[in-house]
C-alpha cells in the first residue's frame, strides 16, 4: 500500500525515483494478475462450457436408454402375456384331450361290453372295411386298424386284431 503522505513528504529525488520505480512494478504486477485472472476466468468458463455440453449429452443417453429399456419392458410384458396366454391354451388342450381320452375309454368299454365276438363282431369288422375298394386303400385301412387295435396299445385287443386280419385276407384273396 503507498503511503501518499509520505511520497509527498519526500525530500530527494531518489526517494521519488523508488516510490516510482516500486509504483512501476506493482502496476506492472497488477496488470499481470488481472491477465492470469481474466486467462483463469476464460478457462473456468470453457470449462463450464464443456462441462455443460458433457452433461447435456450424459443427460440425452441416459434418456434415450430409459426409452429403450421401457420399449424392452414393453415389448417383454407383451412376450409373457402371449407365452401365459399360450399355456392357458395348452392347459386347456390338455384337459380336453384327457376328457376325450376318457371318453373314448368308457365308450370302448361299453362297446366291448354290448358286443359278443360272435357273428355281431364280424358284421362290425367288415364295416371297418368299407370304402376301401382297391388294393391299397385295402392295405392302407388294414395297416391303420392294426395300429389302433393292436394289443400292444392301451387299448388295444388281441381278439379284434384277430379279426381284423381274418376280413383283410379274405378281402386281398377276393380282388
Same mark, same amino acid.
Given at each position: 500500500?503507498?503511503?501518499?503522505?509520505?511520497?509527498?513528504?519526500?525530500?530527494?529525488?531518489?526517494?521519488l =525515483?523508488?516510490?516510482?520505480?516500486?509504483?512501476?512494478?506493482?502496476? /506492472?504486477?497488477?496488470?499481470?494478475?488481472?491477465?492470469e485472472?481474466?486467462?483463469?476466468?476464460?478457462?473456468?468458463?470453457?470449462? &463450464?462450457?464443456?462441462?455443460r455440453?458433457?452433461?447435456?449429452?450424459?443427460?440425452?443417453?441416459?434418456?434415450?436408454?430409459?426409452?429403450?429399456?421401457?420399449?424392452?419392458?414393453? +415389448? +417383454?410384458?407383451? =412376450?409373457?402375456a402371449?407365452?401365459?396366454? #399360450?399355456?392357458?391354451?395348452?392347459?386347456?388342450?390338455?384337459?380336453?384331450?384327457?376328457?376325450?381320452k376318457?371318453?373314448?375309454?368308457?365308450? &370302448?368299454?361299453? /362297446?366291448?361290453?354290448?358286443?359278443?365276438? #360272435?357273428?355281431?363282431?364280424?358284421?362290425?369288422?367288415?364295416?371297418?372295411?368299407? #370304402?376301401?375298394?382297391n388294393?391299397?386303400?385295402?392295405? =392302407?385301412?388294414?395297416?391303420?386298424?392294426?395300429? /389302433?387295435?393292436?394289443?400292444?396299445?392301451?387299448? #388295444?385287443?388281441?381278439?379284434?386284431?384277430?379279426? /381284423?386280419?381274418?376280413?383283410?385276407?379274405? &378281402?386281398?384273396?377276393?380282388?
Amino acid at each position: 500500500m503507498i503511503d501518499w503522505d509520505e511520497v509527498n513528504s519526500a525530500e530527494n529525488v531518489d526517494e521519488l =525515483k523508488s516510490v516510482k520505480l516500486w509504483l512501476f512494478q506493482e502496476n /506492472i504486477r497488477l496488470e499481470n494478475e488481472r491477465k492470469e485472472l481474466a486467462l483463469s476466468r476464460e478457462r473456468f468458463n470453457s470449462e &463450464r462450457v464443456k462441462l455443460r455440453q458433457e452433461m447435456d449429452e450424459l443427460n440425452r443417453k441416459t434418456l434415450m436408454e430409459r426409452k429403450r429399456l421401457k420399449e424392452e419392458a414393453i +415389448f +417383454f410384458e407383451k =412376450k409373457m402375456a402371449i407365452l401365459q396366454d #399360450g399355456f392357458k391354451h395348452l392347459d386347456e388342450d390338455r384337459r380336453s384331450l384327457e376328457r376325450q381320452k376318457m371318453e373314448f375309454a368308457a365308450e &370302448r368299454l361299453s /362297446i366291448a361290453r354290448q358286443a359278443s365276438w #360272435g357273428p355281431a363282431s364280424e358284421e362290425a369288422v367288415k364295416i371297418l372295411f368299407r #370304402g376301401a375298394n382297391n388294393s391299397l386303400a385295402l392295405r =392302407k385301412r388294414y395297416r391303420d386298424l392294426v395300429k /389302433i387295435f393292436h394289443p400292444d396299445n392301451l387299448f #388295444g385287443d388281441e381278439e379284434l386284431v384277430q379279426m /381284423i386280419n381274418r376280413e383283410y385276407m379274405r &378281402r386281398r384273396e377276393e380282388q
